[in-house]
């Protein structure tokens, strides 16, 4: 890299310094102007995963808000891999306008940083939140021979037999090894962990009997759970889940436990905040039409109302990054 010698660099020229100046107010002045505007053409929103998923479906349903109420069309653009990082990637490389968008839930925005020796993108920098998606709850399952019916008889029993119990998750640094760590440091706990390549083959084992407990995402655990082949006992989000009103949330006994696995709109920093703000809106509103709530509420992924502004979402990312630091450093995971 070469470096520049300011120490013998000569100063502007005081015409360039106003011409400079005149540029950066013309811009400020212009942002109302553009909020009014924007978008004048089609917005790209990247997505890190296939057709299908949770963040996809999220994705298609904010697009399918925003064209209408926007103008324009709000284009979903698959660009699965590498954990969610290749999208982020495109998207770091983008203008700064609005017209690039990424969705993207923890692993490549929040985990990545941790997993990964080099990425392309530093997503604390280059991304800014511009609203939250959805937001859903783990589930905790374990297989109907373990002796446990909710919380507190899983911290007796695995207090009772140290590493004793084993859980399964879809990886080292996957969403649900680090809800397990998070939740085994907070109860005070050790147990087992079991990586598998992705959540269906852990899924698998937890029926066969192979390991005793997981934390997965609903749609994995809730018809097991109604066929009584798996036993769900709590749920990580604040409060029960609608499709699971007797079961308790973990925070129910380990006050303010909460592990989300939420899809988060971004844009990239710098974005005028008029345009973010009428991207918000346009949100906001569209959650509060009947068809989208319904939605959101079929899949358990309502966004919790205490992550309405984009404060609350820059305060939750930086929370957990440092969660996040702290759990693969005591785990010792190593980026590949």
């Not at 102007?33 to 053409?41: E, F, G, V």
Request: hydrophobic share 45%; aromatic share 6%; net charge positive.
């Amino acid at each position: 890299m070469t470096h520049r010698n300011t120490a013998c660099a000569k100063p502007w020229p005081r015409r360039s310094v106003l011409k400079a100046a005149g540029a950066i107010a013309a811009i400020a002045s212009g942002w109302p102007a553009l909020a009014q505007s924007y978008p004048t053409k089609p917005v790209r929103v990247l997505v890190g995963a296939g057709a299908g998923g949770p963040s996809d479906f999220l994705a298609r349903t904010f697009s399918d808000s925003a064209t209408p109420a926007l103008g324009q069309s709000f284009v979903v653009d698959n660009k699965a891999g590498a954990s969610g990082t290749i999208a982020v990637a495109l998207a770091a490389r983008s203008a700064a306008d609005g017209y690039t968008l990424v969705a993207s839930g923890p692993s490549a925005v929040v985990v990545a940083p941790h997993l990964f020796a080099k990425l392309d993108y530093d997503a604390e920098k280059d991304l800014t939140p511009v609203a939250m998606l959805g937001a859903g709850a783990f589930v905790l399952a374990v297989h109907p021979s373990l002796p446990v019916n909710n919380v507190a008889e899983l911290v007796a029993l695995a207090k009772a037999r140290p590493n004793g119990l084993s859980y399964g998750s879809g990886g080292n640094g996957s969403s649900g090894h680090l809800c397990a760590e998070a939740f085994a440091e907070r109860v005070g706990i050790e147990m087992q962990h079991i990586p598998y390549k992705g959540d269906a083959p852990a899924a698998n084992d937890l029926l066969a009997g192979q390991i005793q407990l997981m934390f997965t995402s609903p749609n994995v655990a809730i018809p097991h759970h109604a066929s009584g082949k798996l036993r769900i006992i709590a749920v990580t989000t604040r409060d029960r889940m609608a499709a699971l009103p007797e079961v308790p949330a973990v925070h129910e006994t380990a006050k303010d436990f909460e592990h989300l696995g939420w899809i988060m709109l971004f844009a990239l920093a710098g974005t005028p905040q008029p345009v973010l703000d009428s991207l918000a809106a346009t949100w906001a509103a569209a959650r509060n039409q009947s068809a989208v709530k319904a939605k959101l509420d079929g899949m358990g992924m309502a966004p919790p109302a205490h992550y309405a502004s984009r404060e609350s979402l820059l305060a939750m990312l930086r929370s957990e990054r440092v969660r996040t630091a702290a759990l693969v450093k005591r785990l010792g995971i190593t980026p590949s």
